[in-house]
């Protein structure tokens, strides 16, 4: 299954972010891969490829992915590339797409629980947009996460030949793992509102519980090389906008 | 190139919107698509797939389109799947990558054009998040639309293969019809913005005249097929949000 190609994540070496969906594809395949910009020079060498001064494609941001003289950036089409290479996918073709589809409805999701605390600009600080986060958190957590979650309960429901345990096929794919993160940067996020949401949740709480569980990713979520969640990352914890969640529940249940 | 397949787009009916990434795709190949909810009754079917009552994966939202036994949503796999199907990518594996990950870079252009106007809840009004709206625009237009036009000049001018005048290959591509209609969509929402933008950026403003020109292209935005933009869609021209921007851009400069 493993070829002998050299991979090279390129992604921020202080946050899990984008990265993390990659670094658990490989840490599930048991494939080596040289996360570059975390060690001494490799921050140099991410930036020389976002300058357009290497070879292959340009990527817009990080993560990107260099394979042997390809170069591919967009978390959803680098862990497209990678399943078939990394045993992480079905054989059929409908199967992939609609593996990939689910990977482009996660991203859309990671997006959003970014914009929760960033809504006006990512240039600028948190501190600097509290009041609107507030509101768009409101919304995230009382109708978006509640919408997303209640889509991937119903198409793991769906998925018979897997015994509605995993999202596509019998086996897992890169799907799950990055829906096990998902769940997880969810919870360290916004605990209250997720200790609320589990429970009509429960095939997504199992895929969760299922991934950390799995030999590799039980040892890779115990090692240095998984990085904390912080409030640098996609998924932060800031505990006023979890109750603003909370109140956004109780005004919507009234 | 074009198969015996009957293909149907689902996407809302009164907007340009995500779809009409997927109907530029099916004009310029001069394939015909049934756009299934703007006839009588397509609206139900819609609704019958999105609420799972159908065969095949679960899209979670439009647009998505339906081949022989595949369903298939996200408008970005979408058009990876229709790619080879309607003559719209080149052979070569790495190639195809690129274009999509581009593809994708566009998505993400367009997601934060809707929310330049709608940053704290898709579920509310414009009118219900003006102040906050302002902002947000301001930062759009005066940071990131200059970014990304600024990376798909850099991607064009790369491309000595196709002349620097499409995004991969020799030909035009999916992504070079995609950018037309980003262009035409940020045209018509901030008139102002994009005409100082667009000397600086005249390889990407090329294409989109060279798009527009294309005979089937030309035909099929003089149709009626061709729904106008409006301030239901993804684009919308808020005058007061052009002026925001104007406002940072000079901010920006002093």
Redesign the interface.
């Known amino acids: 299954m493993a070829e002998h190609v050299r991979y090279q994540l390129f992604y921020w070496p202080e946050i899990q972010g984008r990265g993390e969906f990659i670094r658990l594809a490989f840490e599930d395949a048991g494939v080596a891969y040289d996360d570059v910009a975390r060690r001494p020079g490799g921050m140099r060498a991410m930036q020389r490829i976002l300058e ?1 001064k290497e070879r292959g ?4 941001a990080p993560p990107f992915l260099r394979a042997g ?2 170069v ?3 978390t ?2 680098i862990l ?2 990678l399943g078939p290479r990394l045993g992480l996918v079905p054989r059929d073709e ?1 199967a992939r ?2 593996v ?2 689910l990977q ?2 996660l991203a ?1 999701l990671v ?1 959003e629980a970014h ?1 929760a605390h960033h ?3 990512s ?2 600080y948190y501190e600097q947009q509290k009041a ?1 986060a507030r ?2 958190a409101r ?1 995230f957590v009382g ?1 978006r996460i509640p919408k ?1 979650l209640a ?1 991937f309960e ?2 793991l429901a ?1 998925n018979a030949q897997g015994k509605r345990r995993w999202l596509v096929g019998r086996d897992r794919t890169y799907a799950d793992l990055s829906l096990f993160q998902v769940v997880a940067g969810l919870q360290y996020a916004y605990p209250n509102a997720m200790a609320r949401l589990a429970p009509r949740h429960s095939r997504v709480m199992d895929v969760h519980a299922r991934v950390a569980q799995r030999p590799r990713i039980a040892a890779y979520l115990s090692s240095r090389r998984r990085l904390s969640f912080n409030e640098m990352g996609i998924f932060r914890h800031y505990p006023e906008l979890d109750q603003a969640a909370q109140r956004g529940a109780r005004k919507h249940a009234s």
């Open positions: 357009g494609a340009l990527p817009f003289k390809l591919l950036a967009q959803a089409a497209q590339y409908a797409f609609e990939h589809q482009l409805t859309d997006a914009d809504p006006i600009a240039s600028l609107p509101l768009r919304d109708e997303f889509y119903r198409a769906r």
